[in-house]
């Protein structure tokens, strides 16, 4: 179902044909099913490894019809690294546990946020991340915080994702290195969590982002971790 | 290129003076910085995939839905065993469409056109058709594109989906979008199209969304067959040349206008109509004791 898709919103931009033929999906729901699976799927890239234990907390919509639109198969289904029409979604729970992938599922209310939101815990080998995001309608989703830090991010572009120490400098090196590669940023957000403590930088692209430019970028003294996400 | 409504749609085919469906293919092929001919094959796999949830959605038992089981396969048994009324057109719509819903609530792989709730209204109308009319594979993705089309004056001027304008916007809109389809693989003007659209969607004015235990079961299934069938209905007082008399951007006008004054309890929160009836709240206790977090 298209929830929360407005008419206005939609008359702004030019619509999609496949929009509206489309997307080809795994049912019953683009909102509750479809939208679930790219949060999945969007947490694990982001983790960047397989997930081996993951802690999922659904809010509002999620929580109260999960059960009927397979809202929790979709989310780990979509961990296991499979998109919105993969149609091996069905049996994500069996190869959740083939794969050795610990889940555990609880109700939360994560604040003001939108109805069908999920906040994930997804721990690999080297590495965990927390990510909160929504799935707000036709398979569309919005990542709006992630690692504890304020982001929006709706799968669209290509992203560039650094954490680095908050010094004077950091985010004018990054970006450098971006413009020398004639990579154009679409959206930019930065945030931290308090001065010169742990930073984030989470650069939206209209262009691929080379292995090359994440070296460069890895190279800049303050940058702690880089990662690069292609668009799901 | 913009697609704003139905009429400036038409005008723009008639400035070009080229068809409808080659408008709306090199539209997206302009939104997307595409060809006309790669819009052309991804609306072919698309039908693919449209054929495909057919199949297997009447082979579907429905171990996977909650409250239904099996609809496609129940239709096409009865009408092996010959205890259902009507030609293969008319019982091909519901079969189709029933095979498509119960295939989504069994989370099979549909395309959602122009909502999953609402997938089985197109394959149904559409399908059927081309199956009575002998149309070939270029022609049936020509009336997809034209179906495209349908949908895009729809979303561009009211709402699509059931949380924002009731079922009216997802069946309803699914059954316009199908109804012009079926006009343009039987040969209707482009004229036509919208006036199919504008007859099937005036049939669905007030249809509220009123799922029962949340779920995209009941009555959503047998909705979009009945929303196929009214489609087919609608094509052919079309093609017989009977007027829509309210155009089709007026009625999508009516259409968010009726939704907005629906009250939130009959916009897909299953808090009335069919939902709230004792039965409706029976089978969702029962399914939340089940299920329970």
């Known amino acids: 179902m298209y929830d929360e898709l407005g008419s206005d919103q939609l008359s702004m931009a030019q619509i999609g044909l496949f929009d509206i033929v489309g997307p080809i999906m795994v049912g019953p729901s683009s909102s509750h099913t479809a939208g679930a699976v790219r949060l999945g799927l969007a947490a694990r890239k982001i983790l960047g490894s397989q997930v081996k234990r993951a802690r999922l907390e659904l809010h509002g919509s999620f929580a109260a019809t999960y059960w009927g639109h397979r809202t929790d198969v979709a989310l780990i289904a979509g961990l296991l690294g499979m998109a919105m029409d993969d149609e091996r979604i069905p049996e994500a729970l069996d190869l959740a546990r083939a794969a050795g992938l610990e889940y555990t599922f609880a109700q939360a209310d994560l604040g003001d946020v939108h109805p069908n939101s999920v906040r994930i815990y997804a721990e690999g080998d080297a590495d965990s991340i927390t990510v909160a995001g929504s799935s707000i309608g036709g398979g569309r989703i919005n990542i709006f915080e992630l690692n504890g830090f304020e982001v929006s991010v709706d799968g669209s572009y290509w992203v560039l994702l650094t954490r680095h120490r908050d010094t004077p400098g950091v985010i004018a090196e990054v970006t450098k290195v971006l413009a020398v590669h004639g990579i154009n940023i679409a959206l930019l957000d930065v945030s931290r969590k308090a001065r010169g403590s742990d930073a984030l930088l989470l650069a939206q692209t209209d262009d691929p982002i080379p292995e090359l430019a994440v070296e460069h970028v890895r190279r800049i003294p303050q940058v702690l971790t880089v990662r690069t996400l292609p668009c799901f | ?293």
């Open chain 2, 1 to 293: 290129m913009q697609i704003t409504s139905a009429s400036q749609l038409l005008e723009l085919c008639g400035e070009r003076n080229q068809s409808l469906s080659h408008v709306v293919a090199e539209y997206e092929a302009f939104r997307a910085g595409t060809t006309v001919q790669a819009v052309r094959e991804r609306m072919g796999e698309t039908l693919q995939v449209m054929r495909a949830s057919v199949e297997k959605g009447r082979e579907d038992q429905g171990e996977l839905s909650r409250l239904i089981t099996g609809y496609g396969r129940l239709f096409a048994e009865a009408d092996q065993k010959g205890c259902l009324l009507g030609q293969s057109l008319f019982k091909n719509a519901i079969l189709y469409a029933l095979s498509v819903g119960q295939y989504n609530a069994s989370l099979g792989r549909i395309v959602a056109c122009p909502t999953a709730g609402s997938c089985g209204v197109v394959p149904g109308a559409l399908l059927a058709a081309a199956e009575e009319l002998g149309s070939g594979e270029e022609e049936l993705i020509d009336a997809l594109l034209v179906m495209g089309g349908v949908g895009i004056v729809s979303a561009a001027q009211g709402p699509i989906s059931g949380a924002e304008g009731g079922c009216q916007a997802e069946c309803g809109v699914a059954s316009a979008m199908a109804a012009g389809a079926v006009v343009y693989l039987a040969g209707g003007s482009g004229e036509a199209v919208f006036g199919a659209a504008s007859l099937a969607l005036q049939s669905h004015l007030g249809l509220v969304c009123d799922p029962v235990a949340s779920l995209v079961e009941v009555p959503c299934v047998t909705r979009n067959a009945t929303s196929a069938v009214t489609a087919l209905a609608a094509a052919n007082m079309a093609l017989a040349g009977i007027p829509a008399l309210i155009p089709y951007d007026e009625v999508v006008g009516a259409m968010k206008a009726v939704g907005k004054a629906l009250p939130e309890s009959l916009r897909e929160t299953s808090l009335g109509g069919l939902a709230a009836t004792p039965t409706g709240q029976r089978l969702a206790q029962r399914l939340q004791e089940k299920h329970r977090l």
